[in-house]
């Protein structure tokens, strides 16, 4: 298992950017599969952007084009960059890792570590 910390959070305006980074405790970071993901109050949680351990992505229809996920398996981090954002994109973010990339994806919890969530907000 990793334990994950996210962090960069914050509030920003909207057409702004913001850099999430999620930290991930151990020496296994390389064989897991990350995934960010998002829950607004009152919705449910989903898939923002996943990247696999040879470095394929996919992202969220609403996010494509203006979010970016990356992963330094050095520094044992995955980020998530995101830019023009929208009011839309307020939400908790949180990170996810899991040793079969299909999970990530889905977000199932079978063998899936959760970080702590940060929270992001986007002022009109």
């Known amino acids: 298992q990793v334990q994950l910390v996210e962090s960069g959070g914050g509030l920003v305006q909207a057409g702004g950017s913001q850099r999430l980074s999620c930290a991930a405790s151990?020496?296994?970071?390389?064989?897991?599969?990350m995934g960010w993901f998002r829950q607004a109050p009152g919705k449910e949680r989903d898939v923002v952007a996943a990247?696999?351990?040879?470095?394929?992505?996919y992202y969220g229809d609403s996010v494509k084009g203006r979010f970016v996920i990356s992963r330094d398996n050095a520094e044992n981090t995955v980020y998530l960059q995101m830019n023009s954002l929208k009011p839309e994109d307020t939400a908790v973010y949180y990170c996810?890792?899991?040793?079969?990339?299909?999970?990530?994806?889905?977000?199932?919890?079978?063998?899936?570590?959760w970080g702590q969530g940060t929270q992001v907000t986007v002022s009109p």
């Open positions: 990247i696999s351990q040879a470095g394929s992505t």
């Open positions: 996810a890792a899991n040793p079969v990339y299909i999970r990530v994806l889905r977000g199932e919890g079978s063998g899936t570590n």
């Open positions: 151990g020496r296994t970071f390389s064989t897991y599969a």
